[in-house]
């Protein structure tokens, strides 16, 4: 299952809303995570079920969609928020990623 | 808390075979909840699965790499490792290991190592 995530690129500024799409070449129902991944560091989960938060992750973030669509929003972006996120389905293996969308100030 | 940690050589020889270690601590890797597994990123580029192991041996491989992966389970060190043979410098990467739930509705990877760089090359 291949995901495409857009845009590649999100230019914003503290404060404002993220809006990222992920889409899947067939349906994953909802099972497709998210994932937030800093320069040096491991991807963190952030969203799974497609709109539950990981443990810890702050309100701020939320997920929704269900079979090829799907959306993750940051409702406030904080500094801390700028990073590179990836959609992850696993729905079928081979479990797959989406190229990822920077969010970049 | 969960913690996964990647070890070995950071520079291995082309059509040699990458060696890696992941040492769990907070959970034993005997736990019939999980997959044990691995994943990894070229620098700069997006993730890419490997495959996964279970403690009772069921394995998933991503077709692409299937031939030349081998991952495996010593419950005696709390650890499992993978062997990828063959390399060239495409399979330059920074390897991560992972966790995750084998309940299908929240079998996503919820704890990942800090990853290590291996580099093939001469």
């Known amino acids: 299952i291949v995901l495409t995530q857009s845009p590649g690129t999100l230019s914003l500024s503290p404060g404002e809303r993220a809006t990222l799409s992920c889409r899947a070449s067939?349906?994953?129902?909802?099972?497709l995570a998210w994932y937030q991944q800093k320069p040096g560091q491991a991807p963190r989960p952030l969203i799974y079920g497609a709109s539950n938060r990981a443990t810890g992750i702050p309100d701020r973030f939320s997920g929704s969609g269900s079979g090829a669509d799907f959306t993750l929003t940051i409702s406030r972006l904080q500094p801390e928020d700028f990073a590179v996120y990836y959609c992850?389905?696993?729905?079928?293996?081979?479990?797959?990623f989406g190229q990822g969308t920077k969010v970049e100030i | 808390q969960l913690q996964l940690q990647e070890s070995g050589p950071g520079l291995v020889q082309p059509s040699e075979t990458l060696s890696l270690t992941c040492s769990v601590s907070g959970d034993s890797i005997t736990s019939s909840s999980y997959y044990w597994g691995w994943i990894r990123q070229p620098p700069g580029k997006g993730l890419e699965w490997i495959g996964s192991m279970s403690y009772s041996g069921t394995t998933y491989y991503n077709p692409s790499l299937r031939s030349r992966i081998t991952i495996s389970v010593d419950a005696s060190k709390n650890h499992f490792s993978l062997k990828l043979s063959s390399v060239t410098a495409a399979d330059t990467a920074f390897y991560y290991c992972?966790?995750?739930?084998?309940?299908?509705?929240?079998?996503?990877?919820?704890?990942w190592g800090q990853g290590t760089l291996v580099t093939v090359s001469s």
């Open positions: 067939r349906s994953v129902e909802t099972y």
């Open positions: 992972a966790r995750r739930n084998e309940v299908v509705t929240i079998r996503y990877f919820d704890s």
């Open positions: 992850q389905q696993y729905s079928t293996s081979p479990w797959t």
